[in-house]
Every structure is written in C-alpha cells, then in structure tokens.
C-alpha cells in the first residue's frame, strides 16, 4: 500500500540555519505530494504541493521537489526562522485511493534564537 | 469568517461520559472529515463524509458516531469516554474526488481530556 515515511525529530536549529527535512514514499501510481505545517496550537494548513516529477513546490520560503527517482519530495529552507518551529507533515494522494491524503508521522521542528 | 470552525476547542469530562464535538465549514466543500492527533503528534482519520454520506470509517471503536445533517456540518460523537480517547480531534474539508487537489482546510482542533 500507500506510504510516507520522515525523518524523526525533533529537530533542533538555531535561527539562520539551512534546514532540510526529509520525506520518502512508495505509491503504486502517480501521486501527488504535499507538505502541511502545524503552528502550535493551530490546525494544519498546506505549506506547498508538487503534483508530478520534477516539479518543484514553493512557499514562505520553502521549496520541495518532486523526485521520483528517488521517491522523496524533501522540504528545504535556506534561513529558517524562529517563527518556523512548528510541526511539518509531508503527504501523498493519488487517483487509486480517491486522493484521500497519506500522511507521514510529522517532524517537530524547533528554531533557538 | 472563520473557514472550518469546531466547538468546543476544550473538553475535560470524566471516564464514562458522553461528548459532542460540532463542526461547520463555509467553503462550500462537499467533503468533510474527522482526524485525531495523538500527544506525538500523528494523524489518524478517522471518518469522511461526502455530501452527508459515510465514505470512509477507519477501524474506530463504536462509541464514536459521525453524524452529518448537511454538507457544511460533520458533528461527533462519543459515547463511554474512555482515557485513551484524551487527544485533539480535527474536523477538515475539501472537495471530492478528482476536484481534491489535496489540499484540506483544517479546524483549530478540539482538545478533549478524559480523567
């Protein structure tokens, strides 16, 4: 089946710091793959989305690109900011599974001043 | 406007006990769901609604009952509250099928304490 698997945290930066979390998956079609944030406190909200290879996803600063070569959709920040710790979830949907979402298991990500 | 809203966000209730959560969304979506977050953070769905309709009812004990009365409201409730119930419940939304370009609006969550 379906599956999305990141990398554990928490992961701990100071401010300025390059971060990249990473995110691999298996899906037996073509799917779509998503990075979701959770503020503390908040619900998720949709950070960027890739919907075929190569593709790159964009927003606030971060990029992922869709690789399938490697079946990773990797989340970067070049300067990450203390307003950034937040809980990030990376994503996968796909036609076979009626786009229902597959979720990873989250990455905390703290920012130190 | 607030696009997903749910009610109540806290809950602290007693073993046994029965609670509703309610949730409403106003982005004309015809999908809705339940999700609920464990204290490390991972997501389980748990239901989804289309258009008042059960698509999707994960493996969830049967003291937890969806109800739908329209497209925009997907409430929740729980009989026999048991401690492992204790977690932060979210409703989302977004259209269906190939119209789900994956992206689903979250509520603030409903954080339910079981003692």
């Known amino acids: 089946g379906n599956s999305v698997t990141q990398m554990e945290g928490p992961v701990t930066l100071s401010e300025e710091a390059f971060l990249t979390i990473n995110c691999t998956y298996t899906?037996?079609?073509?799917?779509?793959l998503f990075w979701y944030v959770q503020y503390p406190g908040e619900g998720l909200q949709l950070l960027l989305k890739a919907t075929k290879a190569d593709d790159k996803g964009s927003n606030k600063g971060f990029e992922a690109t869709y690789r399938k070569e490697t079946t990773s959709f990797h989340l970067e920040k070049g300067s990450v900011q203390v307003s950034d710790s937040a809980v990030y979830f990376c994503?996968?949907?796909?036609?076979?599974?009626?786009?229902?979402?597959?979720w990873g298991a989250g990455t905390k990500l703290i920012i130190k001043p | 406007d607030t696009a997903v809203s749910q009610t109540p966000k806290y809950l602290v209730t007693q073993m046994g006990n029965d609670k509703s959560i309610k949730c409403e969304q106003n982005l004309g979506h015809d999908t809705m769901y339940w999700y609920k977050q464990d204290s490390k953070k991972f997501l389980k769905i748990m239901f989804s609604y289309n258009n008042k309709e059960l698509i999707i009812n994960e493996t969830v004990p049967n003291r937890f009952s969806p109800k739908s009365p329209d497209k925009a409201h997907l409430n929740l409730h729980i009989n026999s509250l048991e401690l492992g119930d204790s977690a932060v419940y979210f409703c989302?939304?977004?259209?269906?099928?190939?119209?789900?370009?994956?992206?689903?609006?979250f509520g603030e969550g409903s954080r339910l304490t079981v003692l």
């Open positions: 994503a996968l949907s796909e036609m076979d599974s009626n786009y229902q979402l597959i």
């Open positions: 989302a939304s977004s259209l269906y099928g190939q119209g789900n370009t994956g992206e689903l609006f």
């Open positions: 899906a037996t079609g073509y799917p779509s």
